[in-house]
């Protein structure tokens, strides 16, 4: 009875309303009092809802996300101008101070903690969160907004995200492009469900290869040879590949019964699932010991350790200039060409440092980029042959996967209706755990990120079918959840997702390469690489050398599948060779 009477006559926790506006911050004084800190947001009132004079003036000049995404992408001539000019590095400081400004740096919340704190700020066992959750005593799962249950997640992937068939991304990514992003973003997505939800083992919380090294130092020595700074290795008909776990004797994540003499001892425990990890993850191998023998010859006189670390640090900065030249070049569509230069930031009040956000990897979960099989050298592998099957790598060797994954397209993100159901389980696992981490609504993300909060879901959607389903499984645009909204929003035009996904998944990847120590004035320099030669290395990288130069022939390489052009053009090449 006490229960039910609280249950009855209790106010509601003001917060639920998500009352402050614009990043304002809400604090809960009396059962139904509270106040919102509108310090610093550029606006003032009750809600923070009215803007200082300044504020009102930017507001005016500012265009909007969609108006500056169309001028990227179009206008060809305009950009081959500006992009041999200076105003390629002021629109670059733009891109990158405008995006890492809305990631608050040091972070603020996590999954424990919706104010302040030193434990939030300290413990870096947590993933950061932008929005603080939502309070756990609210009227309804996201606060007031939609009803007291949710959807069923399983009947909400079924109906919205399972594939019927098979849509290709239309900005051309291929699998070589979705393994690279699942490969690059598994050495800081690392969900630590064992210490709870909301944990990551990836405590360096960014860009720092612990892929290719493992994530903690005992793991790094079993994978060193300690020799010349190079990694163990094994040679398969002279081809270098990861060594066994007999020779590293490391634990990797393979399902009962695959023998050690098969397993891979890989930096990253997962890599086995897949062929295209273990892909990379041979090409990073060799790419690091090439680079060791490089440093060798340029310094004789250093020790394993030294050239180890060196080397480590120049494959970082390999890895960021091939994201931010190649893979977000080719994501973003932008005709501005990118450019991976951390002297453009020097002068600004850019923090260095970077946290992963929940929020992050929840908006990473691109698994509808999967095909439903996979074609390699006129074969094709069904999952059950593809996954966790160990020989597909030395079988077909490093040309013959980069050829076969840089050809097949891979499926558009967005839009809905495009996962296989081999990975639907995984989306629905995202959408539980984001219950239970309480995320906060789609709509106040939108507002976090200056965009504007949808009103209707076929504002959302211009798809009659996913607008009405959500309708009626979610009842209020406003209560529609977080991960579905990123996946199921329409898609610009041509777009391999919707704005959305953009909008706040660029600050996050810009804030976290940019955020990286070798990219702030100490590091940034040729002595932190080893000399002239390695940072030549760092400065030059590119996913064909990657490639190329760890390979005995050069194969199709991209992160977009070949034209009609270059498809008519090696077989014309190909003409001439037999003719000779
Ligand atoms: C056939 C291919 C794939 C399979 C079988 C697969 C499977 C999985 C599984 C089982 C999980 C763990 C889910 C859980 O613990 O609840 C996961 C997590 C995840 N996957 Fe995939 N995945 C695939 C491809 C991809 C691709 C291409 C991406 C692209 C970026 C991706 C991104 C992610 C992310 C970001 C996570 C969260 C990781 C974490 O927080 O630890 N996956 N996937
Ligand atoms: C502030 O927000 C609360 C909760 O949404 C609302 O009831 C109140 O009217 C708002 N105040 C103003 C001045 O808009
Ligand atoms: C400018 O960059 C875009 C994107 O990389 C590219 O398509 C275009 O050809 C470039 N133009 C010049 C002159 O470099
Ligand atoms: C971080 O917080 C978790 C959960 O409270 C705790 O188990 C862990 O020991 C903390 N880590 C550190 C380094 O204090
Ligand atoms: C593993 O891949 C090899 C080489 O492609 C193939 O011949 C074999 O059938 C696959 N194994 C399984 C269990 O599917």
């Known amino acids: 009875l006490p229960l039910c009477f609280s249950l009855l006559f209790s106010t509601v926790n003001p917060c639920c309303y998500i009352p402050c506006q614009h990043w304002g911050v809400c604090v809960r004084y009396a059962e139904n009092k509270y106040e919102c800190d509108c310090t610093h947001t550029g606006y003032y009132g009750e809600n923070c809802t009215i803007p200082e004079f300044w504020t009102r003036v930017h507001h005016f000049f500012k265009p909007s996300p969609n108006v500056v995404h169309y001028i990227l992408t179009h206008f060809r001539l305009l950009w081959d101008i500006i992009n041999s000019t200076f105003l390629r590095d002021i629109l670059m400081r733009l891109v990158l101070t405008v995006r890492s400004n809305l990631i608050p740096s040091p972070p603020t919340f996590n999954s424990k903690y919706s104010y302040l704190s030193w434990e939030a700020y300290y413990n870096v066992s947590y993933y950061t969160r932008l929005l603080p959750p939502v309070p756990k005593d609210c009227p309804t799962p996201l606060g007031v907004k939609g009803q007291d249950g949710l959807p069923d997640p399983e009947l909400l992937v079924e109906k919205l995200l399972k594939r019927r068939t098979f849509r290709p991304d239309p900005q051309g990514s291929n699998l070589m492009f979705a393994f690279f992003a699942q490969h690059f973003t598994h050495q800081f997505f690392k969900t630590y469900n064992r210490m709870g939800v909301g944990f990551t083992k990836a405590l360096a919380h960014g860009v720092d290869a612990g892929h290719i090294y493992g994530d903690n130092l005992e793991r790094q020595l079993q994978l060193r040879l300690h020799k010349d700074g190079k990694l163990k290795y094994q040679l398969i008909d002279g081809d270098m590949y990861p060594p066994t776990v007999i020779d590293a004797p490391v634990k990797m994540s393979y399902p009962p019964g695959i023998p050690p003499e098969h397993q ?52 970082i900065g390999e890895t960021i200039r091939i994201v931010i030249e190649e893979y977000v070049q080719h994501l973003s569509g932008y005709m501005l060409q990118l450019k991976f230069d951390p002297t453009l930031l020097f002068k600004s009040s850019f923090q260095y440092g970077n946290r992963i956000a929940l929020e992050f990897s929840q908006l990473y979960h691109w698994h509808p980029l999967m095909p439903d099989s996979f074609f390699i050298s006129g074969d094709e592998l069904t999952y059950p042959q593809f996954l966790f099957n160990t020989s597909v790598l030395t079988h077909y060797g490093i040309e013959k996967l980069v050829d076969a994954f840089s050809r097949q397209p891979a499926g558009q993100v967005g839009g809905g209706h495009n996962m296989n159901a081999v990975v639907t389980r995984v989306a629905v696992g995202a959408i539980k755990e984001s219950r239970q981490l309480r995320i906060q609504p789609f709509n106040e993300y939108r507002k976090r990120f200056n965009l504007r909060p949808y009103t209707s879901f076929r504002d959302f959607s211009d798809d009659e079918e996913i607008a009405t389903q959500l309708e009626e499984l979610y009842g209020d645009i406003d209560a529609l959840e977080f991960y579905p909204g990123l996946m199921l929003e329409k898609t610009r035009p041509g777009a391999i997702f919707g704005e959305s996904m953009v909008e706040m998944g660029a600050p996050f990847s810009l804030k976290g390469l940019l955020g990286n120590p070798i990219c702030s004035p100490d590091y940034w320099k040729p002595s932190t690489f080893g000399g002239k030669v390695g940072f030549d290395i760092v400065n030059s990288a590119t996913l064909k050398k990657l490639v190329c130069l760890n390979t005995k022939t050069c194969p199709y390489v991209a992160f977009r599948v070949p034209t009609e052009a270059q498809i008519q053009n090696e077989e014309d090449s190909k003409g001439r060779t037999d003719e000779l």
């Open 264 to 315: 891979l001892a890989i930096g990253q425990e997962v890599f086995g699932l897949l062929p295209g990890l273990g892909m990379y993850a041979t090409l990073w191998l060799r790419e690091h010991n090439r680079v060791c023998d490089i440093l060798k010859a340029a310094h004789p006189t250093w020790d394993d350790e030294q050239l180890f670390q060196t080397t480590r640090l120049i494959i």
